[in-house]
């Protein structure tokens, strides 16, 4: 656990703080794989602790994981009063984004707190405003917005690989697809922890889609051969061939049947005439 976060909890008896903390464990292990359970976990853990900012801030994360915006946007801001840190300031902006309120939220984007924080903090917080332009349709300043940080950034930074990926999907919607390219190419040579698929989107641009390839060959390809097709078709004969063969063949024991029921019937015809002369 996070060294900060034990200091917080220190503020709490041995048995409760163990026990929260127990509870903070489970929310970041369940997040992204069952944030219903990492919600009860964090419920539990603000009950117990309501006034530990990372109690709060793990319900906040949560929240927004489920998309619950203004839950989400009420526990940032108890936390940003409780601690006096502005480091979710970019989840607030997006909150307010989400909740419709973009004037709200480039309000909020611009106030002084946002000049203090850290640079991760500052791109994310970017690449947040830079949506919001695109929301409203303005697509040279979603680029603007970007362009900076893009420059200046160091490709190791953990923000690095989102901070190209959102420069490049601002360029593609702006129009501009060989720039798009080129930074979608370096978001991917960035993105170590694939965070992004940045990749996928690079062989969209490129045109690579080995599914599609695949379909024309089978489709369209006028040298396409189907060895089963051709095997399904030269049993269909063989099966076709053998049937007539069978019908003939009945149709001769038939005939056969019918020439030996004559014979016997004239055999008759003659023993009877024998019998009418010895009369």
């Known amino acids: 656990m996070d060294r900060g976060v034990k200091n917080q909890l220190r503020t709490l008896s041995k048995e409760n703080a163990e026990g929260v903390a127990q509870h903070l464990v489970m929310v970041a292990e369940l ?41 989400a946007l009420g ?3 108890t936390v940003r009063r409780l601690s006096g840190s502005s480091h979710l300031l970019p989840l607030m902006v997006d909150c307010e984004r989400a909740l419709g309120r973009h004037d709200k939220a480039l309000e909020l984007a611009q106030s002084d707190e946002a000049a203090n924080l850290a640079i991760d903090d500052r791109v994310e917080l970017a690449i947040v405003v830079s949506g ?8 040279d300043a979603a680029v603007a917005g970007l362009s900076d940080l893009v420059k200046r950034i160091n490709p190791n930074r953990p923000s690095a690989a989102r901070l190209f990926y959102a420069y490049a999907d601002a360029k593609l919607a702006a129009g501009d697809l060989e720039v798009a390219r080129d930074w979608f ?35 369209d390809s006028p040298e396409f051969y189907d060895v089963d097709a051709d ?3 030269d049993d269909h004969d063989d099966d076709d061939a053998a049937d007539d063969a069978d019908a003939d063949d009945a149709d001769d024991a038939d005939d056969a049947d019918d020439a030996d029921d004559a014979d016997d019937a004239d055999d008759e015809d003659a023993d009877d005439e024998d019998d009418v002369d010895e009369r």
């Open 185 to 219: 190419a370096r978001a991917a040579d960035a993105d170590h922890e694939l965070t992004t698929d940045a990749a996928e989107r690079l062989e969209e641009l490129d045109g690579v889609d080995v599914t599609d390839l695949l379909g024309d060959e089978d489709e």
């Open 132 to 139: 919001i332009r695109r929301d409203l349709g303005q697509l």
């Open 75 to 77: 526990e940032f801001r």
């Open 31 to 71: 997040l992204d794989v069952e944030p219903e359970a990492a919600l009860a976990h964090a419920e539990t853990a603000v009950r117990r602790a309501g006034r530990v900012p990372a109690a709060r801030e793990s319900l906040g994360l949560v929240a927004y994981r489920l998309g619950d915006w203004a839950r």
């Open 231 to 233: 095997d399904d078709a």
